[in-house]
C-alpha cells in the first residue's frame, strides 16, 4: 500500500474550522475505491497543526488520487487556509491493513 502522513499548518484563524474547509475533499477521497483510510488528527502540541493519515491501495491507486477532480478543487480551495506548505512523508508498505501494536496488547476479556 502507499501510506502517507501530511502535516498542515493552518492559519490560526481557521484552525476550529479545518475539519469542516476540508469536508468535501475528506469525503470524496474516502470514496475512491482504493483509498484504504484518510483520517485528520489535531495535534494535542500545536492547535494549528492537524496531521492526516491516508493509505491507498497500490500506486495506481494512488495516481488516481491525485488525478482526480476533488484533489483539484483541494488544491484550489486549501491552500488560502494554510500558514505553510504541507509536510509529507509517503512510503510503500508491503501490508494492506494496520498491524496490532504487539508491544501494548490488551488483553482479550472474557
Not at 497500490?58 to 488516481?64: F, H, L, M, S
Amino acid at each position: 500500500m502507499i501510506f502517507i502522513t501530511a502535516k498542515f499548518r493552518i492559519r490560526p484563524e481557521y484552525t476550529d474550522q479545518w475539519p469542516d474547509i476540508a469536508a468535501d475533499f475528506t469525503a470524496a477521497t474516502r470514496d475512491e475505491p482504493g483509498c484504504l483510510w484518510f483520517d485528520w488528527s489535531r495535534s494535542i502540541d500545536d492547535p494549528t497543526e492537524y496531521v492526516l493519515v491516508e493509505a491507498f491501495r497500490d500506486d495506481a491507486a494512488g495516481a488516481a488520487h491525485v488525478q482526480s477532480e476533488h484533489f483539484r478543487a483541494a488544491q484550489r480551495t486549501l491552500p488560502p487556509h494554510l500558514a505553510e506548505t504541507p509536510r509529507i512523508v509517503n512510503a510503500t508498505v508491503p501490508q494492506d491493513d494496520w498491524s496490532l501494536l504487539g508491544e501494548m496488547s490488551v488483553p482479550e476479556k472474557g
